[in-house]
T-cell receptor, first 114, second 112 residues
């Protein structure tokens, strides 16, 4: 079955610490990969996406992600987190053979402490 | 402005009653999706529709039904057969890879 796994359910970091959130997927064929963020009480917001080309993708707010095809991974990184990065982060995959429906991981809750 | 309207924002129903959640879009997007969000579960796909008069079950379709009679509208009915209907429900549309997905603001359903 197709699935998306996020390894860390809860992460607590101090401001200025580096962040890496893991995401692995199990899909055959062509996929597109996404990271979304949901700030407390707000809508889902797209951080970045990968369709093809350079496997290192840069997104908004200083986030980046690296697609490693051989590992079926799409990990999210940020060199230095801020208190305002406190949010829930979702990795997602879509595929043409499933109507481009997004398949989400269970999410990682990030708390950044001052 | 184009977007997705989900109404109402909060909905309360008694156990055993069917309830229909509205999702209307004026983006002219063909594909529409319904997701359910629960704490610690992420977003799970309930149903999706790629064109009018056609829809497909997602991962957790049991206890739900949909219709797609118009391009603009994709209502979701939570039936009494859904064992745990209390959740946050999100509607989304998709246009193409460059445009991506648009999400509604969601409906929080509480069944008592």
């Amino acid at each position: 079955a197709q699935s998306v796994s996020q390894h860390n359910h809860h992460v607590i970091l101090s401001e200025a610490a580096s962040l890496e959130l893991g995401c692995n997927y199990s899909y055959g064929g062509t996929v597109n990969l996404f990271w979304y963020v949901q700030y407390p009480g707000q809508h889902l917001q797209l951080l970045l996406k990968y369709f093809s080309g350079d496997p290192l993708v840069k997104g908004i707010k200083g986030f980046e992600a690296e697609f490693i095809k051989s590992k079926f991974s799409f990990n999210l990184r940020k060199p230095s987190v801020q208190w305002s990065d406190t949010a829930e982060y979702f990795c997602a995959v879509n595929a043409p053979n499933s109507g481009y429906a997004l398949n989400f991981g269970k999410g990682t809750s990030l708390l950044v402490t001052p | 402005d184009g977007g997705i309207t989900q109404s109402p924002k909060y909905l309360f129903r008694k156990e055993g009653q069917n309830v229909t959640l509205s999702c209307e879009q004026n983006l002219n997007h063909d594909a529409m999706y319904w997701y359910r969000q629960d704490p610690g579960q992420g977003l799970r796909l309930i149903y999706y529709s790629q064109i009018v008069n056609d829809f497909q079950k997602g991962d957790i379709a049991e206890g739900y039904s949909v219709s797609r009679e118009k391009k603009e509208s994709f209502p979701l009915t939570v039936t009494s057969a859904q064992k745990n209907p209390t959740a946050f429900y999100l509607c989304a549309t998709y246009y193409n890879p460059n445009y991506g997905y648009t999400f509604g603001s969601g409906t929080r359903l509480t069944v008592v």
